[in-house]
């Protein structure tokens, strides 16, 4: 048993000091969720009511003739999820490289999974 515990922890040391920094990145933010509880966003299916918790990587505000929107894309270490604000053009604290839990609703819009109007929570600024 020991010399597999041994072989264990040596496979984890060898992976960081080969890891990329994205992948160290990647690992932190999944941790950090986990920690929030947020369900990882590689695992979110459409119609399934989440939360997850990350680090917004763009805010766009997009203007349409009828009903503006500022999107985000919140990326948690395993896959990125757009949070869409129908009607809106500025929310304050809503920026890049801001750290967020967002619940609500999935949805596909694309291809890509998407929370319209998620309630949200602004993680303090690190």
Known sequence: MR????????????????????????????????????????????????SVAGRLRTVVYTPRTNLPTLEADLYDGSDVVTLVWLGRRHIVGIEPGRHLTARGRVALRDGRKVIYNPYYELEPIR
Do not use: K, N, W
């Open 3 to 50: 010399t597999d515990e041994s072989r264990v922890s040596l496979r984890r040391m060898l992976r960081r000091f080969t890891a990329t920094e994205a992948e160290i990145e990647a690992q932190e933010l999944l941790r950090e969720s986990a920690q929030c509880g947020g369900v990882p966003a590689g695992q979110c299916r459409r119609g399934q009511v989440v």
